[in-house]
């Protein structure tokens, strides 16, 4: 009896050795099971990426599979089932306030501070809330910014929108901006300093009728007056763009190859300009849209999904990203690289992003006012401006 525990002793002894060998070999219990989603159109180069992603660790052995799962369908897809979703998949960031209230995402800690130091401002307000960061923006793809005829306009010129007003009406020329839209019409207020926020009970909470509010309403008022304003959809836009009319417009990445084929080797585009606001030049800002990679809160190795989150949205990836599906970068110094900067359209997004703000914290109780507001100045409204700004607030606020 003595002798078969002796050899049944040995023999765990031994299984405990190979079990420990398995391990510093590189054996079956090393392997770090990640699951990925993307969508359709990436799954090419996140297979690439995760290969890159393998060889830059080799000190450790994943088993990474990818699925597929659409930015806009994420959020559904990983509250049906949070136990089965993937450890790190890509959604839109104006789904975060809701992935963060059902508990779906993991806090990115893993290198947070070399994550925002290289990350465009807006991308990472995008992915904030209550001083906690819940992923990581891979690109800055859904914005706007200015097009403009560069054998209208000099670089110079296009800096300053009432330098714009004045060139276009002196010449009888139109600029072009859908100001009765809260998406475009947000750009005056936010640019001076106005905010959208979301309080403790969950409630719209705007500024946009206070002392600069009053000032920015009383701008827009004044741009809407021009003779060289033109507002309106799309359709409307590139209408007049082909006729030669309008010669500067704000307008997104989408309408890139419109502007390129109307406005021939004048082709250009930049980020928004600056205003006079009382005396002091205030810069525009506007809200963007960017893709970002959660990790699930479910995932039972953070810090290894927290890493190939990093990685897939770092630099390099990102440049690859652009030059695979020309998707505009929110990597500070993916967005200044060359390969960038030579497609107008987005080297302007890029620019534009610094001063975009994230539409996480704008409700929809904000889009119909807002839109109510701008259609007042685009029919000339002469009344008070504050008691116009008064109403959009309230009616916002309710």
Not at 304 to 327: T, Y
Request: hydrophobic content about 40%; glycine content about 8%.
């Amino acid at each position: 009896m003595k002798k078969l525990i002796r050899i049944f002793f040995v023999s765990l002894v031994t299984l405990s050795l190979v079990a420990c060998g398995a391990k510093e070999n590189g054996g079956d219990a090393e392997v770090i099971n990640l699951k990925v989603w993307g969508s359709q159109d990436d799954q090419q180069l996140l297979a690439e990426l995760v290969e890159d992603f393998k060889e830059a660790n080799a000190d450790k052995e994943f088993n990474i599979e990818l699925g597929v799962v659409a930015e806009p369908d994420a959020k559904d897809q990983v509250l049906g089932d949070l136990e089965t979703a993937a450890d790190v998949f890509a959604f839109a960031n104006d789904q975060l306030r809701d992935l963060v209230g059902a508990g779906a995402l993991y806090e990115i800690t893993l290198n947070k501070d070399k994550i925002i130091e290289e990350q465009m401002e807006g991308a990472i307000d995008a992915v904030t809330l209550d001083g906690k960061m819940y992923g990581i923006p891979f690109t800055a793809d859904n914005g706007y910014f200015l097009y403009y005829d560069a054998n209208f306009f000099s670089e110079d010129d296009v800096k300053s929108l009432d330098k714009i007003l004045e060139k276009a009406e002196a010449e009888g020329k139109q600029v072009f901006m859908d100001v009765s839209n809260g998406w475009y019409i947000a750009s005056f207020f936010l640019g001076a300093g106005n905010t959208i926020e979301i309080d403790e009970d969950g409630k719209q909470v705007v500024d946009f009728n206070n002392d600069i509010g009053v000032k920015v309403g009383e701008y827009i008022r004044d741009f809407t007056a021009s003779k060289a304003f033109l507002t309106g959809d799309d359709d409307i836009m590139m209408s007049a763009v082909n006729d030669g009319k309008v010669v500067a417009a704000v307008s997104g990445a989408w309408k890139a190859d419109e502007f390129e084929a109307a406005y021939g080797d004048g082709y250009a585009a930049t980020k928004l300009p600056e205003i006079d606001l009382d005396g002091e030049k205030v810069q525009m800002a506007s809200f963007a849209g960017y893709k970002v990679y959660g990790i699930s809160s479910a995932t039972k190795h953070p810090e290894e999904a927290m890493a190939l989150a990093e990685f897939l949205s770092n630099e390099e990836s990102q440049v690859k990203r652009f030059k695979a599906r020309s998707l505009g970068p929110s990597n500070l110094k993916a967005a200044e690289s060359d390969e960038v900067k030579e497609n107008i359209a987005l080297s302007a997004l890029a620019q534009q992003g610094v001063f975009a703000h994230s539409q996480k914290d704008v409700l929809g109780s904000y889009w119909e006012p807002a839109e109510a507001f701008g259609e007042e100045l685009e029919n000339g409204y002469s009344g008070d401006i504050k008691e116009l700004l008064d109403e959009m607030v309230r009616q916002i606020m309710e």
